[in-house]
């Protein structure tokens, strides 16, 4: 009776660990974003195992249920499409629920997409902030002018359609000359890593059609001013 947080590959599907193999083997149920994801994955494995959808659409309606038969004594892995389940992407609800009801929950760790993209950027990364998927519309130029003077450098998620929308809001709230690293593809074939200002940025992919999951590293106010006094310095 448990539940087990599985991480999978954001890309690279070498990058499962033996563990979470060996988790996703030993479960009586995988709980999954997208059955035709998780399925392909699993047989790439070798694995055979009921798949269950769990997604941000069904999740108020299945936890419960969920949680009731975990009680039972089944044991049920959650995995998301790529990456660790709850972050940025359905989950917590049902770690919540489980926590509050007494059933065990161990999480596997395992890749998530902003730690690479964070480390890759050259940005700060002693103290950030995750802020995943901005709003859409309503909240999202209030989230902006929140953050505008944020020190911590930040880790936005991003669709590649909302990609230069996103660039050139930073640009209004952030400043022109902000430093960003613009994270496409990580762990794939074709990743790129695009770092400069955000008029670096946005130049260079307002020239091209975007693909991909996108992960966007922007640097803190602080370090902006931390910039400028050494440039006085000098």
Do not use: W
Request: hydrophobic share 40%; proline share 5%.
């Amino acid at each position: 009776m448990k539940l087990y947080i599985v991480p999978t590959p954001i890309g690279n599907l070498e990058d499962i660990t033996l563990r979470a193999i060996n988790v996703l083997k030993s479960v009586d149920v995988v709980l999954a974003e997208d059955t035709r994801t998780s399925g392909n994955l699993l047989k790439h494995l070798g694995i055979s195992k009921p798949l269950h959808s769990y997604h941000i659409h069904n999740e108020h309606q299945t936890v419960a249920r969920v949680v009731e038969r975990i009680r039972k004594g089944e044991t049920m892995a959650l995995v998301s499409d790529a990456g660790t389940p709850a972050v940025s992407d359905p989950g917590f609800l049902l770690v919540r629920a489980c926590i509050r009801e007494g059933v065990p929950v161990e999480c596997l760790p395992g890749p998530t997409a902003f730690v690479p993209a964070l480390v890759n950027s050259g940005l700060p990364n002693d103290r950030f902030t995750f802020e995943g998927f901005l709003p859409h519309k309503k909240g999202r130029q209030t989230r902006l002018q929140n953050l505008a003077n944020e020190e911590r450098t930040m880790v936005f998620y991003e669709s590649p359609h909302r990609l230069v929308k996103a660039l050139h809001q930073f640009a209004e709230h952030f400043g022109a000359d902000r430093q960003v690293c613009v994270s496409r593809e990580l762990s794939k074939m074709f990743e790129e890593n695009v770092r400069g200002t955000v008029t670096e940025a946005i130049a260079h992919f307002g020239e091209k059609t975007v693909k991909g999951e996108i992960v966007i590293v922007v640097a803190g106010k602080a370090d902006e001013k931390r910039k400028s006094d050494d440039e006085d310095e000098d």
